[in-house]
């Protein structure tokens, strides 16, 4: 059974910085792709960054310069290092894999993140 566990949301004021991350209850390397992607209230579920099994990386624009993507592969976890956040960063925040056999994706749960004075 494939579980995907995010942690680390929470609310922090405009400028500052949060590190998600993303469990995983098999081996990471299992997995050809995994991302972050996020949804503000009432808007789609929108790509933040992804990141590949050898560990390219891609961001959509906005979030270029801001956020960063890794893995550590040991650890079976991804993060997603987030600077200089605005408010309107303020979504729930969901880690994403692909499996490597199959291309089943799998969610997480979500966690929160809220950008306010």
């Known amino acids: 059974q494939v579980q995907l566990v995010e942690s680390g949301g929470g609310l922090v004021q405009p400028g500052g910085s949060l590190t998600l991350s993303c469990a995983t209850s098999v081996s990471i390397l299992s997995f050809r792709t995994m991302g972050w992607y996020r949804q503000a209230p009432g808007n789609e579920r929108d790509l933040v960054a992804t990141?590949?099994?050898?560990?390219?990386?891609n961001y959509a624009d906005a979030m270029k310069g801001r956020f960063t993507i890794s893995k550590d592969n040991a650890k079976n976890t991804m993060y997603l290092q987030m600077n200089s956040l605005k408010p309107e960063d303020t979504a729930v925040y969901y880690c994403?894999?692909?499996?490597?056999?199959?291309?089943?994706?799998?969610w997480g749960q979500g966690t929160q993140v809220t950008v306010s004075s």
């Open positions: 990141i590949s099994n050898s560990g390219s990386t």
């Open positions: 994403n894999a692909e499996y490597l056999l199959g291309g089943r994706r799998y």
